[in-house]
């Protein structure tokens, strides 16, 4: 909470609405009420927390981490402890997820009463620039007024899956989306995962590691297209292997031309790049193929903004949008990348630049984890990112083979790359693949913003044996000072 007494009393009465209740709009909206504002929040769901607590992020580290202890209690009897295979009570595994859910859910309904936020169940949209008309949800209770007048508004409403054509979920039973596969509906034998992004390979490991046969196909060249192929490259061996977590087959460069269905399942037509095309079936087909911004039906033409062509609203710096001086937008709506924390800090300057506070969205660095096994993370610049843009670097990569933990850990599949900006020793974006990576990127995160030297990181002493130390190993390794 804000301990800012002074600006808490010059709020009070100002109105601010805002639309979304995920990891953008409730932080925005817990502020804004800290600050001293007048709020009201604004979601068609019943609970708060949006796709990432309800259908995202949580439930798929709920089941990720189960997915783990599995891999992890196959791979133990290559070191002499043997378990006997897990029997996978599917409705438990479900009701616990459902109960991570629901803890969390319920913290932020205290949150959100304790701060007095007032809370309307429907959707919204602009009639003007002073005023949204109100959409009830059908499970909405007690009144729900129609129109709601502010002073100022967010819009966090986030993104949804992208469909293909012909493989809609909702015209397919056998056709699943991230949420679908999220609710454990069943365990199929085999399962067919369309993209190779963060989702895709996410719930990709899940299903492998309760004994789905899983494929992954992916259009491009390689999975995480645009993600340091270095970094993409401890998963992939892991991925295509024989040990625990592997999937059946990852397929590059291949498209889905459509599907039959058949008595179990999709009989699916797969396009190589040579255009040579095979037939394969699956009991399930999960599409993970992007999202797209929640930007449609908001009556943005009522406030004089469009979008841009993938969707996202035009912000500025302080993610005022459109040029108007009291309407914000944040989080996925408002531009890539597409990662909660983004969305959250963002609510943080746009509710400090309504409370006429000096802000800015600039970070140095935004980390990004994707939370497979082993994990992938980085922040900052990459490699690629930090040539083109003209920057001088020259990187060191610390492999995991020869980190004392990771070697304990019977878990060497990882590396971690330094990318320094040669002639200040700055250091401008940390990678690291390996278990346990999406813990160790805050300490990138913190030496980026910090405006770190690579010397910082060489000459901070890093608890041993951790992980950790492989921050400090790749710097030393960055100035050939390496005691191995
Ligand atoms: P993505 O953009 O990460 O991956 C989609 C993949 O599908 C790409 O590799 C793309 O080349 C491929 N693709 C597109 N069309 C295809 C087709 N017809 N056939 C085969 N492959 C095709 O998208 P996503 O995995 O759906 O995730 C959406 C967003 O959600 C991400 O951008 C990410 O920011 C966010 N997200 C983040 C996390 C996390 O932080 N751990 C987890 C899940 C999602």
């Known amino acids: 909470m804000s301990s800012d007494s002074s600006s808490s009393s010059q709020q009070n009465g100002s109105r601010v609405a805002v639309i979304g209740a995920g990891p953008g709009g409730y932080p925005a909206a817990f502020l ?13 769901r019943p609970e708060l927390g949006g796709v990432c607590l309800q259908e995202g992020c949580i439930p798929s580290k709920t089941l990720l981490h189960q997915a783990r202890l599995i891999n992890e209690a196959r791979a133990a009897e290559a070191c002499g402890v043997r378990f006997t295979e897990p029997k996978i009570d599917i409705d438990q595994l479900r009701e616990h997820t459902r109960l991570v859910i629901e803890r969390l859910s319920g913290g932020l309904a205290s949150g959100r009463k304790r701060r007095k936020v007032k809370r309307i169940q429907g959707r919204a949209r602009f009639s003007d620039a002073r005023t949204l008309s109100i959409e009830p949800s059908e499970s909405a209770g007690g ?66 590691a309760l004994g789905a046969r899983v494929t992954v196909v992916e259009m491009t060249g390689s999975l995480l297209p645009g993600i340091d192929p270095e970094l993409v490259k401890p998963l992939r061996e892991r991925l295509e292997g024989d040990g625990p977590g592997a999937f059946e087959e990852v397929l590059l460069r291949t498209r889905v031309e459509g599907m039959e269905p058949y008595a179990h399942g999709l009989e699916v037509s797969l396009a190589d790049a040579d255009g040579e095309t095979r037939s394969r079936r699956f009991e399930k087909v999960m599409i993970a193929v992007g999202r797209r ?95 083109e843009r003209g920057i001088e670097v020259s990187t060191a990569i610390f492999p995991w083979k020869a980190s004392g933990r990771a070697v304990a850990n019977d878990r060497v599949d990882g590396l ?17 693949a390996g278990a346990g990576a999406g813990e160790l990127i805050g300490e990138a995160a913190l030496a980026i913003e910090m405006g770190a030297l690579a010397k910082d990181l060489a000459r901070t002493i890093h608890a041993h044996p951790t992980l950790s130390e492989t921050l400090m190993q790749a710097a030393d390794s960055w100035y050939g000072t390496l005691v191995e």
């Open 32 to 44: 804004a009420a800290d600050y001293g504002f007048d709020v009201t929040l604004i979601d068609p």
């Open 143 to 208: 009144e729900v007024p129609e129109e709601l007048e502010f002073d100022h508004a967010i819009l966090a409403t986030g993104s949804s899956a992208v469909t293909l054509p012909g493989m809609d979920p909702e015209e397919h039973s056998a056709v699943w989306d991230a949420a679908d596969a999220l609710a454990l509906p069943e365990i199929p034998r085999t399962l067919l995962v369309v993209g190779g992004g963060y989702i895709g390979l996410e719930m990709g490991t899940v299903y492998a």
């Open 293 to 387: 911004p929640n930007s449609d039906d908001l009556g943005l033409e009522k406030i004089d903004v469009e979008p841009d062509e993938d969707g996202f609203l035009p912000v500025d710096e302080q993610r005022r949008l459109g040029g108007h001086e009291h309407l914000f937008a944040i989080g996925d709506v408002a531009g890539e990348p597409m990662l909660a924390h983004r969305a959250t800090h963002e609510a943080r300057v746009a509710v400090e630049a309504i409370a006429g506070k000096p802000t800015a969205f600039d970070p140095a660095a935004v980390p990004a984890v994707v939370f497979t096994d082993p994990e992938i993370a980085w922040a900052g610049l990459m490699e690629d990112d930090a040539r």
């Open 416 to 432: 971690t790359k330094l990318i320094v900006e040669s002639p200040t020793e700055r250091v401008m974006g940390i990678g690291i």
